[in-house]
């Protein structure tokens, strides 16, 4: 399996190590040198650059079993996710995702995704859910897209982090990122807000042991009505295993509209956002559901692509897509205040057809005429 990895990416090329941040800018004519070359030796600056990079030194393998080399894309998307399921064995009812119905791909037309990834040129590849690791292809999935030379991130709650298949797989085959959503800091906040008995436990139990094998991890602090009493402990949580974290206290409507996870808000605790500025959504991003249906982003999931029938192509219609959803129509017409807006305009949309209240996401809401 290799050990590095070349890859074009956006304007440039780069080397990278799956399991690391780390990355140096890389040379066309290196990376040329690396498609086709001249002996089966690695070279000496490949050398240089994976010991200056990674303290790394590379054995006597041939090249070619050193480092994947990545192709061109004509698409030029460097990150996608993918939702392997929506199935989740927590039943947190702040969760956008609403039904959590399993459902998804066959295995043959999953592999086949995978390939589309690939071929779309992406580099950083999200694993998501639901749960992915209840996912009964998820060791299949992970591994494929390891194998294909994408660097993986996982989304999960960890309750499943320490099952010795998964945990063999992630040590194997490290992913660059492991991203543990946290519920609270005592199980009677935790299990409350997942209305799971024991799940705290599973959560510490695979935080524990990714920890212990040196996993790349960090914590999603996910700060609700139901455990904002904990969020100091739960930042102090995060620091005693030093651990970086992120904090999430705005709750979004469900993808089918359902505006009964705004309850879930601790008013309290919701943080400014920074003023919207645009993003490359639909253009160098994508987002994959259970079903192979790709969308800009998780949130605007209107003009799904079936990538099942249109396979790598039908992405070179995403960018038009993400055009169109970005501009400011519906319940934002005619906004004097829209320049620094803090919500993109998709996640405007679905706040809209929930019937939100508009405090709940325009920080205009007093001053809006």
């Given at each position: 399996m290799?050990?590095l ?13 799956p399991?690391?941040p ?9 990376y040329?040198?690396?498609r ?16 200056l ?21 004509p ?11 929506l199935g ?9 995702l ?22 779309a040129?992406?580099l ?6 639901g749960?992915?690791?209840?996912d009964?292809?998820?060791p299949?999935t992970?591994e ?6 994408m660097?993986?991130k996982?989304?999960t709650n960890g ?6 298949r ?6 194997r ?11 609270g ?18 959560f ?12 790349p991890?960090?914590?999603a602090?996910?700060i609700t009505?139901?455990?904002?009493h ?7 949580f ?5 651990l970086?974290?992120r904090e999430?206290t705005h709750?979004?409507p469900?993808?089918?509209?359902g505006?009964?996870t705004l309850?879930?808000?601790?008013p309290?605790?919701?943080a400014d956002?920074?003023?919207f500025r ?31 029938t249109t396979g790598v ?9 993400a055009d169109?959803?970005?501009?400011r129509?519906?319940?934002?017409t005619g ?5 620094t807006?803090?919500?993109?305009r ?15 996401y ?5 001053t809006r005429?």
């Amino acid at each position: 399996m290799h050990q590095l990895i070349a890859a074009p990416y956006a304007d440039h090329h780069l080397l990278v190590r799956p399991g690391s941040p780390r990355a140096a800018r890389l040379p066309l004519r290196r990376y040329e040198e690396l498609r086709t070359p001249a002996s089966s030796v690695a070279p000496a600056w490949l050398a240089d650059a994976a010991r200056l990079a990674w303290d790394m030194e590379l054995s006597e393998q041939a090249v070619n079993e050193i480092v994947l080399v990545r192709n061109h894309s004509p698409y030029g998307y460097g990150r996608a996710s993918y939702e392997l399921n929506l199935g989740c064995n927590y039943d947190c009812e702040h969760c956008y995702l609403g039904l959590k119905q399993f459902s998804g791909l066959d295995w043959p037309d999953r592999e086949r995704l995978l390939h589309v990834v690939r071929d779309a040129g992406v580099l950083w590849f999200q694993l998501t859910g639901g749960e992915p690791m209840i996912d009964k292809f998820f060791p299949e999935t992970y591994e494929l897209a390891y194998e294909l030379g994408m660097l993986v991130k996982i989304l999960t709650n960890g309750s499943r982090l320490a099952t010795a298949r998964n945990l063999a797989l992630l040590t194997r085959l490290r992913p660059n990122r492991i991203t543990l959503s946290l519920y609270g800091a005592t199980a009677d906040a935790y299990d409350g807000l997942t209305r799971r008995r024991g799940a705290y436990r599973m959560f510490l139990k695979g935080l524990d042991a990714a920890h212990e094998a040196g996993l790349p991890l960090d914590l999603a602090l996910i700060i609700t009505r139901h455990n904002a009493h904990e969020a100091d402990q739960m930042r102090a949580f995060a620091d005693r295993y030093a651990l970086p974290y992120r904090e999430y206290t705005h709750m979004s409507p469900t993808i089918y509209g359902g505006a009964e996870t705004l309850a879930t808000q601790a008013p309290n605790h919701l943080a400014d956002r920074e003023p919207f500025r645009g993003c490359n959504a639909g253009h160098t991003f994508f987002h994959v559901d259970p079903h192979g249906m790709a969308s800009i982003c998780k949130v605007g999931r209107d003009d799904a692509i079936p990538l099942m029938t249109t396979g790598v192509e039908g992405l070179s219609r995403l960018g038009g897509v993400a055009d169109s959803l970005m501009l400011r129509t519906g319940g934002c017409t005619g906004c004097q205040l829209s320049g620094t807006c803090r919500v993109c305009r998709p996640l405007a949309k679905v706040y809209q057809e929930a019937e939100a209240p508009l405090d709940r996401y325009c920080q205009h809401s007093t001053t809006r005429s």
